[in-house]
């Protein structure tokens, strides 16, 4: 039933699409919603059809390999989660202040007289009359709630998998550096076989992460970009038309009126997307950057004392670790800071672009 509800949200904005093909304002004003609701609908079916990856990872994540040994590599580790919680808690106070201003700015803004809905879309029945029009409105904030939980909660479940990715290296790196124990010599082989188990196992539970969410990192930087731009678009067609404190708004045609609920709306939209897209690669290339200080964790452990036969199998395991993991999707673009910087200069383009069409020639 819920989903029966996003979906229809989803079409109903999308058939509107037709009617307002002409005037760009509208056009803009409806897709850079309509997309989030399209890559949010993307991604629940994409967790559904993985859901059997999903659980198998997380039963190696509660296996003992992947736990820490000790209290000092709990401490290792406890900066991640501690990343990881502050991005959870930022992204879910936008995408709630996102929710409070669509849900309000109608009633907030004073354009709830003219039947104004929070969303541009077309209905098969006139909503500009009680109560088809409280219909309307409460069936559009039903479908952006869920949309807003569910994409908040996938966004953060993927951010949550590559944390651990590299947390995993932070427990090898410790491992390795202490590979050499002079109280127990004799364990250093077994020790490094463990490491050597332990590098493998992170790189197969990152190969299925990275399978289980591939197509979610397409979906994501795909609309990630283009909703930025539009936002920002957004933010540029403003109505300079204010007397006192009644906001003059054309009733065919709805302007974002500076300073207003639905100004503010705009604002915390572009900042959640840019947050949720700099989560995905801030984790990415975490990942990267950890597993890139493999091989320098085996330098710094004890080795100058080790049999000539360790050392050998280490200059081996050196050989092999030397290539940082990079998280992708498909192989098209990889999660890091640079792909970061990727993305704002493409919604960048889009906004120059959009600002380019709507000039006055």
């Not at 609701?37 to 559904?48: E, N």
């Not at 900066?79 to 930022?90: G, K, R």
Request: charged fraction near 15%.
């Amino acid at each position: 039933m819920v989903a029966g509800l996003q979906y229809a949200h989803v079409f109903f904005q999308t058939v509107n699409l037709y009617f307002v093909k002409d005037d760009l304002k509208a056009v803009t004003g409806t897709i850079f919603i309509l997309l989030t609701d399209i890559g949010a609908s993307l991604k629940i079916y994409c967790l559904m059809k993985n859901m059997k990856i999903l659980k198998q990872l997380m039963i190696t994540l509660n296996c003992d390999l992947f736990q820490p040994k000790n209290l000092h590599q709990r401490k290792l580790i406890q900066p991640n989660l501690n990343s990881w919680t502050m991005f959870f808690w930022v992204f879910w106070i936008l995408a709630l202040g996102c929710l409070f201003f669509w849900s309000l700015f109608p009633i907030l803004d004073r354009t709830v007289k003219d039947y104004r809905l929070p969303f541009l879309a077309w209905y098969p029945f006139d909503y500009r009359k009680t109560p088809t029009y409280q219909m309307a409105y409460v069936h559009q904030i039903l479908g952006i709630t869920f949309t807003a939980i569910s994409n908040d909660n996938i966004d953060n479940l993927i951010a949550a998998l590559n944390m651990y990715i590299g947390a995993q290296f932070d427990i090898l790196c410790d491992n390795l550096k202490n590979i050499f124990d002079k109280d127990a010599p004799a364990d250093t082989d077994k020790k490094l076989k463990g490491c050597v188990h332990h590098h493998k196992e992170i790189l197969k539970f990152a190969e299925e992460a990275n399978t289980f969410y591939n197509w979610l990192l397409f979906v994501q930087f795909f609309v990630g970009g283009i909703s930025l731009g539009l936002a920002m678009f957004q933010l540029t067609v403003v109505s300079l038309v204010i007397f006192g404190l009644f906001l003059i708004l054309t009733f065919n045609v709805f302007e974002v009126v500076p300073f207003s609920s639905e100004f503010y709306s705009f604002v915390i939209y572009g900042n959640a997307v840019l947050v949720e897209v700099f989560m995905y690669c801030w984790f990415g290339n975490e990942i990267e950057v950890k597993s890139s200080k493999v091989p320098y964790a085996v330098f710094e452990s004890d080795w100058t004392g080790l049999s000539p036969n360790i050392k050998k199998n280490l200059v081996i395991f050196v050989s092999r670790v030397r290539r940082p993991l990079q998280i992708s999707a498909f192989g098209l673009f990889f999660l890091s800071l640079e792909t970061f910087v990727r993305i704002l200069r493409t919604a960048w383009s889009y906004f120059a672009l959009l600002r380019q069409v709507n000039s006055p020639q």
